[in-house]
């Protein structure tokens, strides 16, 4: 089993920067971890959960076209930690951002199905 805990969300204003990590443990510590796809994706309030950003097994990574530019996803395999840094946000990215991991798969994409592991959310709340 892998666990994923997010951390570093909070209310920042229209421009501002924040940094996401999900830390992973369970079977992904250690050197696992980089045998790890993982992925963000976001939920506002009454709206559907959107692909966010996506980071494969070599470092490879993909991005919605309203982050692009703006997001970086990365991973430390040392760390067995994932992050997302988020630079000139805007109102819009307000939302509760979640991390998934998959272990069957080189690259996770888009696609929320293909992620087996999910962490419980943290609130990034962007005021205008």
């Known amino acids: 089993q892998v666990q994923l805990v997010e951390s570093g969300g909070g209310l920042v204003q229209t421009g501002g920067s924040l940094r996401l990590a999900c830390a992973a443990s369970?079977?992904?510590?250690?050197?696992?971890?980089?045998?790890?796809?993982m992925g963000w994706f976001r939920q506002a309030p009454g709206k559907e959960r959107e692909f966010v950003a996506a980071?494969?097994?070599?470092?490879?990574?993909s991005y919605a076209d309203s982050v692009k530019g703006r997001f970086t996803i990365s991973r430390d395999n040392a760390k067995s930690t994932g992050y997302l840094q988020m630079n000139s946000l805007k109102p819009e990215d307000t939302a509760v951002y979640f991390c998934?991991?998959?272990?069957?798969?080189?690259?996770?994409?888009?696609?929320?199905?293909?992620?087996?592991?999910w962490g419980q959310g943290t609130q990034v709340i962007v005021s205008s």
């Open positions: 998934a991991a998959t272990a069957t798969r080189y690259y996770g994409g888009t696609n929320s199905d293909h992620y087996d592991y």
């Open positions: 369970g079977r992904t510590s250690g050197r696992t971890f980089s045998n790890i796809a």
């Open positions: 980071i494969n097994w070599s470092g490879g990574s």
